[in-house]
């Protein structure tokens, strides 16, 4: 609109030729200087300067003048045609210079260091299960999940727990529904009864790992009532001790990245004979003897052993055919080392200044 009517003035502002090359010229000067693009420039020329241009045309209109003036116009009139070519000239490049500069403006810093967008991340310990299930896969272990409210069956009876032994006091499991003597429900206290889920369902041969939560009533400064599991399994012909303990061997190697022994201790577990606990050289000293392993060298990782003949016979695999072992270790322990976190305390509690801290 405003455009509009000053081009409108710039035509109608005299029939006096110089008059009105001088208000083309400086009008068109400030439209030039105004053009926000080429395009726009393109468009100027083309109505200003062209053929039927309104400058050019002013030079027809010489003619109107005396003669006398007529030299002194068409010297005014080239210096001012050569201005307004100069003028969108320089417009021109002024416009392919902003242009370049908006470029460059846009071109990446590869310097610059990237801003942290706000994400959420894995918990340590959700990323050191799953880098513990990535390592087993990788061993030619399934991965397979088991519920959380077990029957009684599976977490004790079928595994070879005597109806006196101590886990099953009130002490150190939760029951979800009471005494009822039939069909009592746990929170299971380990992992293990996978392996009957597993067995009862699968036929051997059988390879599989099974991570999961886990629920004690143990409170102290060393336990929390809810932790992490991973059990390990395997049911074939003719395996024994030796797979047992290459197979730990060869895990640890993996998931540590560097070749640290494993040691088997005799102990007892109701649903493996002859049953160990197990140990790895310690990772951050290599078995010297630090902070992080109390100077022992070993860090104790969990239980294992070869699976109980009167387990196999609970799921109704032949032991006289098939031998197999078991693992199970603590998932949290693995974490707090991968990460060093000195206490399990902080794994659980949610706090997001320290989950933070873990942008994985
Ligand atoms: N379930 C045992 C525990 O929670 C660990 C274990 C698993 C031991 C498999 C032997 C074999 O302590």
Redesign the pocket.
Known sequence: MVRSLREEAIRTVSDDPKQTLKALSTELGLLIDGAADEESLYALQVKYLGKKGAVTQLRAHMGKLPPEERKGFGQAFNEAKLAIEQAIERRREALAEAARQRRLGRREDATLLPRRRPAGSLHPITHTRRRLEAVFRQMGFDVVDGPHVEDEKYNFDDLNFQDEHPARDMQDTFFVDGRDEAARLVLR????PV?IRAMLTRPPPVRLVAPGT?FRRDDDATHSPMFH?I??LCIDRGVGMADLKATLYRFVRAFFGADLQVRLRPSF?P??EP?AEFDMQCPFCGGEGCNMCKGAGWIEL????MVHPAVLEAVGVDPEVYTGW????GIDRMALMLHTVPHLRLMFEGDVRFLEQFPC
């Open positions: 206290t380990h992992t293990s392996q886990v599991q059990e390990g577990f649903f493996v049953g969990g239980g294992s052993g078991a693992f199970g270790f």
